[in-house]
């Protein structure tokens, strides 16, 4: 179980169980805080040591392999899972290159230590300063708190009423440091994630494109980061989504504090002042406590909380209520007091005072008192605009739009991520939604832009009276994204749509179609299956609570419409058989099915420049270098094809590997500019010879066969399906046994015979028997 997630109606309460929490979260940061110092440490020495490099880089791999990212939330997405794995890869990576004992030069300075130190001065810095403001903040507010409330209920009213309004002003001002340093926290938990990963990523690459004697090495981590590269990038998309849906419920929850306390029909809970009597002559003590009341077993339990000393808890006490009385000014010295009649203690009474006079009638009312008090807390308000339905306008709308899309935008860059101008798209949902005039919208002329239209489309599935996917089947949905095999997900999904109402299911599966030829053409419009996963995850399916831990499941959201996309064809094309499979969670010893090899291995090493993205980051070979993005397939979904492979007689590409920047340019790699120390290399320079790894196992176990020779293994087994990619290639299941076997001249392949079909399989897919 991770980190628990920081609710920001309990900022309201401060109970003693929302500090342990937000504890938690802070010891985490200061252990981020603490590796990133050490592994800054650890790179020095790398540069000014050289003659003690293998000692530092033994120290480097260990404080990698030792450290592990906690996470918010219940369960991880496959991304976030490969991310936590990366630290430990990159420390097997460091001991293959000390076991080779090479010295490499590099600069570690640029690509490292700067970002890393970076993120700790400016994130995990920010963090800290916040965390002493918040405490600064806090003990001031309960010391003004204690103060009022000491004070004595015969002064002049006026005096009273000033110092309750001055209590409420630092009162609503310490609960927006509290909502903004919660904020925070959560924010940096997320960001770590790349923004820690992703400088090491580059360090490694670097590493790697100038170790000329370490190609299968180089060969192997390309293939890992390219991998990496993804799992970041899709990491980073949920988590720009993640925020603002963060955001905008902070802000709702500013706006509106009292709409979105967790109050609860079977409980009560706050802070109480206990009344302790002590014996003579020190008369008694009023002790701070956190209570909670169970109405229905009548049991009250309270325990004492000091903010002021740290947060330290005392012993917990419980009792079940007998009667609840008001205390009056006359019986009393203090005011908002209660006098509480104990059931199991014959003649017991404790006085508590509540913390204003509104509390007290909620208290009251929660434990039977006579006083009536207003109902507590009151629903979300609806969202706003358009009221839509699934009804021969609503479907008409959509038939339009995609038409529209598909016709003359389907390549148009950013396309369903670009938004259009507000006004114009209120005013064509209101004509596309109007029973007199939708049937005479052309939307193929040049009056309408893409990005109204495509907005016009998002606009009308979000006004929809529910998700598409309905809230009732919101959990159930979940649940497959976030466990199990590549299969058992897209057979539950599949039986899910199926429950689905009619007109529902028929939507879906138009949007799907539609955005499974959107990202078809991703090279274009950059729009992979990932992107629009990002878009349209949040549009189709969401909580009807909202919530910080129900933001948290966007990432899954966005998983499940990545597998409704790929797998359209057999979700929409036919009602799933028999019953779903159950998908379990993957332990840690189960292998994901690795990337295929391309059967052209020699191609020239890609250099990666931390200050440019990769543009399409899984775009189908938007270049031809393997050390680049090359599959529309999301690694959240797992799918078991890889990039597609071309063809072994061609001659090696031009190494102008093209990036893509935050603004979209495309940049050449040969244009990129280096440092002195580190030496240019030409294609022919870093062409690849043919991969050690490529030679063959002769059946008796011997590696002593040379790529283009061919060696009869009899019989092999799959160990993950594949799709064939082309005529020469076999598709099979997993377990197929495949007869006939041999090397190919493919390195990286075999050739075999299934069913009667002889063609080639990748090697890393099967086992030898």
């Not at 005392?314 to 007091?337: H, V």
């Not at 209101?430 to 998002?458: F, P, R």
């Not at 066969?705 to 997993?734: I, N, Q």
Request: proline letters at 5%; glycine letters at 6%.
């Amino acid at each position: 179980m991770g980190l628990l997630p920081l609710e920001f109606s309990d900022c309201y309460l401060d109970s003693p169980a929302f500090r342990d929490r937000m504890k938690a979260h802070e010891a985490e940061l200061e252990k981020t805080n603490r590796f990133i110092k050490e592994l800054s440490k650890d790179g020095k020495n790398l540069i000014t040591a050289s003659k003690n490099l293998a000692v530092a880089q033994r120290k480097f791999a260990q404080s990698l392999g030792e450290f592990k990212f906690e996470y918010i939330g219940d369960a991880k997405t496959d991304d976030e899972k490969c991310i936590d794995e990366s630290l430990q890869e990159f420390a097997s990576f460091l001991k293959n290159l000390e076991e080779q004992r090479e010295i490499m030069l590099f600069n570690i300075t640029e690509t490292l230590l700067k970002p890393l130190e970076k993120f700790r001065k400016e994130q995990l810095g920010a963090a800290k300063e916040e965390r002493k403001k918040y405490e600064k903040d806090t003990e001031k507010y309960y010391s003004a708190l204690e103060k009022v409330l000491n004070m004595s209920a015969k002064k002049k009213d006026q005096q009273l009423q000033e110092a309750d309004n001055q209590v409420e002003v630092m009162r609503l001002h310490f609960h927006e440091e509290s909502l903004e340093y919660v904020c925070k926290l959560q924010e940096i938990q997320e960001k770590k994630k790349f923004d820690c990963v992703e400088p090491m990523l580059a360090f490694f690459q670097a590493v790697f494109t100038f170790y000329h004697q370490g190609y299968e090495l180089a060969q192997d981590f390309s293939h890992y980061k390219t991998k990496l590269q993804i799992n970041i990038q899709n990491t980073r998309n949920r988590f720009d989504c993640t925020r603002s849906e963060v955001e905008e419920l902070m802000k709702k929850i500013k706006q509106n504090p009292e709409a979105h306390k967790r109050n609860s029909p079977l409980s009560i809970e706050g802070y109480l002042y206990v009344q302790e009597k002590r014996p003579p002559p020190f008369g008694s003590s009023w002790v701070k406590k956190y209570c909670i009341y169970m109405k229905e077993q009548k049991i009250f339990n309270m325990v004492s909380f000091d903010h002021k000393s740290g947060g330290k808890t005392g012993e917990p006490e419980s009792f079940i209520l007998k009667s609840c009385t008001k205390k009056t000014g006359d019986s009393i010295d203090k005011r908002f007091c209660l006098e509480l009649e104990v059931a199991d203690r014959p003649g017991l009474n404790i006085t508590v005072q509540t913390l204003s006079e509104d509390d007290r009638k909620q208290w009251m009312q929660a434990m039977g008192g006579k006083e009536p008090v207003c109902k507590l807390g009151s629903s979300y308000s609806k969202r706003e605009g358009i009221e839509a339905h699934l009804d021969e306008v609503g479907f008409s709308l959509l038939k339009n739009c995609i038409s529209a899309v598909e016709s003359r935008g389907i390549t148009d860059q950013g396309l369903y991520r670009v938004v259009g101008v507000s006004s114009r798209v209120t005013k064509l949902v209101g004509i596309l939604m109007d029973e007199k005039t939708y049937s005479e919208v052309d939307l193929s002329s040049n009056e309408w832009d893409i990005k109204t239209v495509t907005s016009a489309l998002k606009q009308y599935l979000r006004s929809l009276p529910e998700p598409l996917m309905t809230y009732e089947l919101y959990k159930e949905f979940i649940v497959p994204a976030k466990c199990g095999t590549p299969e058992s997900r897209v057979d539950a999904i599949h039986h899910l749509v199926y429950k689905l109402p009619e007109k529902n299911r028929e939507m879906l599966g138009m949007i799907m179609k539609h955005l499974d030829n959107v990202s078809a053409n991703c090279k274009q419009n950059l729009m992979t299956v990932a992107n629009l996963g990002v878009v349209f995850g949040p549009t189709l399916m969401r909580p009807e609570e909202e919530t910080v831990a129900a933001i948290m499941d966007l990432k899954f959201q966005n998983i499940v419409v990545e597998i409704l996309i790929e797998n359209h064809e057999k979700i929409f094309g036919r009602a799933p058989d028999g019953s779903p499979t159950t998908p379990v969670a993957l332990s840690s010893s189960e292998p994901i099915a690795p990337p295929r090899l391309s059967k052209k291995q020699n191609q020239p090493l890609a250099v990666y420049n931390p200050s440019v993205e990769l543009q399409a980051a899984d775009c189908p070979n938007p270049v031809k270098d393997e050390t680049t993005m090359g599959s529309t397939d999301s690694v959240s979904s797992q799918s078991s094809t890889a990039t597609t492979s071309s063809t072994s007689g061609s001659p090696p590409e031009d190494p102008k590997n093209h990036f893509s920047t935050n603004g979209g340019d495309l940049v050449d790699l040969a244009s990129i500019s280096y440092p002195s120390t580190v030496p240019q290399m030409n294609a022919s320079s870093l062409t690849t010879p043919a991969s050690p790894s490529s030679a063959t196992l002769s059946p008796e176990g011997t590696n002593n066969d040379k790529p283009g020779d061919s060696v009869t293994y009899r019989k092999a087994k799959a160990v993950f399906s594949c799709e064939a990619e082309h005529d020469s290639e076999l598709s099979f299941p997993v377990g197929a046994i495949f007869e006939d076997v041999t090397s190919s001249k493919e390195p990286g392949w075999l050739e075999g015979k299934l069913d009667g079909k002889r063609g080639l399989i990748p090697k890393n897919y099967v086992e030898l028997l």
